[in-house]
């Protein structure tokens, strides 16, 4: 999921994942380039919130 989304992370605002998801400032920014690893408590809550992002989105919400 991390490499995820250093593939993609011109695409995404890591502060604004960081704040809906409730992480400290720069815990997440810090995973994505490498300084440290994302802590376990918030490997769940990164990897439901990255499912949704990523779903396809609907026929209808397309049209």
């Known amino acids: 999921m991390i490499e995820w989304m250093q593939k993609n992370k ?16 720069s815990t997440l920014i ?4 490498g300084s440290q690893n994302l802590p376990k408590k918030y ?5 439901k ?7 396809p989105q609907s026929a209808k919400a397309k049209n």
Do not use: G, T, Y
């Open 30 to 33: 810090k995973a994505v380039n």
């Open 49 to 55: 919130f990255l499912m949704v992002l990523q779903k």
């Open 10 to 25: 011109k695409f995404l605002s890591i502060r604004a994942i960081e704040q809906h998801l409730e992480m400290p400032d």
């Open 43 to 47: 490997e769940e809550r990164l990897s």
